[in-house]
C-alpha cells in the first residue's frame, strides 16, 4: 500500500519548475531576447507592407496573389491598397474621406502597414511570450503554454475577422445615422482618425477573444478552480452585456446581443475547458500520472 503514495511523491516532484532559477539579469536578458524576436519580424513585415504590393496572376485555373516591388511614386503598396479595401467596405457611400494635414497620407500608411505586421506577425508574438514565462513554469504547464498558442492565434483571428465583417459596419453606420438626425449635411471622413479607430477596435476584439485561453490556463496551473467560473456566471454576463452595449452602439439592440452572447458562448467554452483539464489533473495525481 506504500508504493502508490510514493509514486504519486515522486510524480508531483518531478513536475515542479526546475532547481536552477534564473537571476534577474538572466530574466533581463530573455526578455530582451524575446523582445528583439518580435521587433525585427514586426520591422520586416512593416517593411515588406511598406515597399511591396499585391498583385493577383493566373497560374493555370488558379488566381494567386504575388508580392511586387513598390518603389515608384504611382506603385501602390500593400499598406495602401488595404487602406482602400477596409475604405470602400466601411465607408458609407455618402460620405466623404478627406486628409486634414499633408502628412496624413504618410500617417495612415505606416499605421496600417503597422498594424498588419501585428496580426501577421501575431503567432511569432504568442509563441515568443509563452517561450518567456516558461523557465517560471513546471514541465506540464510549459506543455500546456505551447498547446495553447494554435488556439490563442485561431481565436484571435476570429476576433479581427468578425469585428471587421460584422460589428464595425453597423458601428460606423450608426454613428453617421445620429449625425444625420442632428440635421448635418456635409459628411467627412478624416483618413487618419478612420485608420486609428479601425485598427485600435479589430485589435481589441481580437485580444478580447483570447477569454476562453485565459480561463482555461488560470484553472489548468491550479490558480483559479473552474466552479469559480461557474459560481459568478450571473455577474460576469451582467458585465460582459453591459461591454457589449458600450462597444455596440446600436439603437436596435441586435448588435449588443450578438457581441454577448458569442462572448457569454466564448466563456461557457472556457468554463468546460477549465472543468475538463481539473478533473485530468485530479485523474493524474490520483493515480499516480503526470498532471496534463
Not at 450578438?258 to 461557457?268: E, F, P, Q, S
Amino acid at each position: 500500500m506504500g508504493c502508490p503514495n510514493h509514486v504519486v511523491t515522486a510524480t508531483v516532484t518531478d513536475d515542479t519548475a526546475d532547481e536552477t532559477r534564473m537571476t534577474f539579469w538572466e530574466h533581463i536578458d530573455e526578455l530582451r531576447h524575446r523582445l528583439k524576436v518580435v521587433i525585427l519580424v514586426i520591422i520586416v513585415l512593416w517593411v515588406l507592407f511598406m515597399t511591396f504590393r499585391f498583385e493577383w496572376i493566373n497560374v493555370g485555373p488558379i488566381l494567386l496573389p504575388i508580392l511586387y516591388p513598390a518603389f515608384a511614386a504611382n506603385q501602390v503598396p500593400v499598406a495602401n491598397q488595404f487602406f482602400l479595401i477596409i475604405l470602400d467596405y466601411l465607408k458609407p457611400g455618402y460620405v466623404q474621406e478627406t486628409a486634414l494635414a499633408p502628412w496624413d497620407g504618410v500617417l495612415v500608411q505606416i499605421k496600417i502597414a503597422m498594424f498588419l505586421a501585428f496580426v501577421v506577425g501575431f503567432p511569432v508574438i504568442a509563441y515568443e511570450f509563452g517561450k518567456f514565462i516558461s523557465p517560471a513554469l513546471r514541465p506540464s504547464e510549459k506543455r500546456l503554454i505551447m498547446r495553447m498558442t494554435v488556439p490563442v492565434v485561431l481565436l484571435f483571428f476570429s476576433g479581427v475577422l468578425l469585428d471587421y465583417f460584422f460589428l464595425l459596419p453597423w458601428t460606423i453606420n450608426f454613428l453617421y445615422a445620429a449625425q444625420t438626425n442632428m440635421g448635418i449635411q456635409l459628411y467627412l471622413l478624416p483618413i487618419d482618425s478612420f485608420v486609428s479607430f479601425v485598427t485600435i477596435h479589430l485589435i481589441a476584439f481580437g485580444l478580447a477573444f483570447q477569454l476562453p485561453v485565459i480561463m482555461y490556463s488560470l484553472s489548468a496551473v491550479g490558480i483559479i478552480k473552474a466552479e469559480f467560473w461557474k459560481k459568478y456566471w450571473r455577474y460576469v454576463t451582467v458585465a460582459v452585456f453591459v461591454i457589449a452595449a458600450v462597444i455596440t452602439p446600436d439603437p436596435s439592440g441586435v448588435t449588443m446581443v450578438v457581441v454577448g452572447t458569442i462572448m457569454m458562448a466564448l466563456y461557457g467554452i472556457g468554463y468546460l475547458a477549465s472543468k475538463r483539464v481539473e478533473r485530468k489533473r485530479e485523474a493524474a495525481l490520483g493515480y499516480g500520472g503526470t498532471p496534463p
